[in-house]
């Protein structure tokens, strides 16, 4: 078992920046692709980023490309989200979740264990 925890959300202005934390406990996940994914009020689970398990590849969703930057820590098993240049658009609860498999699955369901998910609030 894996357990995941974001930290890092919160109320920002548009034009702002937040850095999301995942941590994971349990079986370590240095081995895992680790994902960032959010969902907005009425809307579906969307990918946001994914990174391999060394650190050295990286994938993005379209929308948050050159804004957003995912790293790891495998000596903490954390794994971090910075998000700069923020927009209303981002407003989400953003999750982070475990996959066994490299190139990066965008699709939510093919992902292993999720964490609870941490509010992120983009104020215009």
């Known amino acids: 078992q894996v357990q995941l925890v974001e930290s890092g959300g919160g109320l920002v202005q548009a034009g702002g920046s937040l850095r999301l934390s995942c941590a994971a406990s349990?079986?370590?996940?240095?081995?895992?692709?680790m994902g960032w994914f959010r969902q907005a009020p009425g809307k579906e689970r969307e990918f946001v980023a994914a990174i391999n398990w060394s650190g050295g590849s990286t994938y993005y969703a379209d929308s948050v490309k050159g804004r957003f930057t995912i790293s790891r820590a495998n000596v903490r098993s954390t794994v971090y989200l910075q998000m700069n240049s923020l927009t209303p658009e981002d407003t989400a609860v953003y999750y982070c979740?475990?996959?066994?498999?490299?190139?990066?699955?965008?699709?939510?369901?093919?992902?292993?264990?999720w964490g609870q998910g941490t509010q992120v609030t983009v104020s215009s």
């Open positions: 349990g079986r370590t996940v240095d081995m895992y692709t």
């Open positions: 979740a475990t996959d066994r498999s490299w190139p990066a699955s965008v699709t939510w369901s093919e992902y292993d264990y």
